[in-house]
């Protein structure tokens, strides 16, 4: 006998345009262009894994990325608060996230959130000047991501809720919807959206 009942998947296909369109790509090149302008070609294996783990951000979702782009402004401005304090800390993070993260791909979901949200939050550039720079970068961008969630027209979401809509999972509570995703930001956006069809 069977354990489980025969699942049949199917893709949803879709594209982002307008607004979300720009923010994914201002975000792109702002993690490949914008950063190595700012600072040139070092501290490369440290910025590779925090920046990778930012564009990863923007395909999950536009809250995501927003609490990503949030928690890294705050970061820096605080950084530039007392430049002298956060530049003596900075090479101990460094070593120490280096590290810890040769294997990261093998960790849980928990422990590499973790260390991802430590890079994005503690690694930040080297000099005053590189600080300014990156905090005069993220501004703009934060304020895109901040107005393409307000807007609450987010593609991925539109989509799920269509797809919840085509299979009537509102209505027919013997159903459940199964919804995997990476990022913390993320689940707490879908909660906020979906928990008053599914309480």
Known sequence: NKLFKDRHPQRVEYEITGREWALYDQVTDFVASKLKEIRGEQ????????????????????????????RRLERIEK????????????QVFQDTLLADAEDIE???????????????????????????????????????????????????????????????LRQDRRRQLLIFTEHKDTLDYLVENLSKDFE
């Open 43 to 70: 501290s490369k294996t440290t910025a590779g894994f925090a920046l990778t783990t930012m564009q990863r951000r923007v395909a999950s979702s536009t809250r995501a990325i927003r609490r990503t782009l949030q």
């Open 79 to 90: 950084a530039l608060e007392d430049p002298a304090a956060y530049l003596r800390n900075r």
């Open 106 to 168: 093998d960790w849980d979901e928990e422990s590499r959130w973790k260390v991802e949200e430590a890079a994005l939050e503690e690694w930040l550039p080297g000099t005053v000047a590189e600080l300014e720079a990156e905090r005069d970068a993220l501004r703009p961008l934060l304020a895109l991501a901040q107005e393409v969630e307000d807007s609450r027209t987010e593609r991925k979401l539109t989509e799920l809720l269509d797809v919840v809509a085509s299979l009537g």
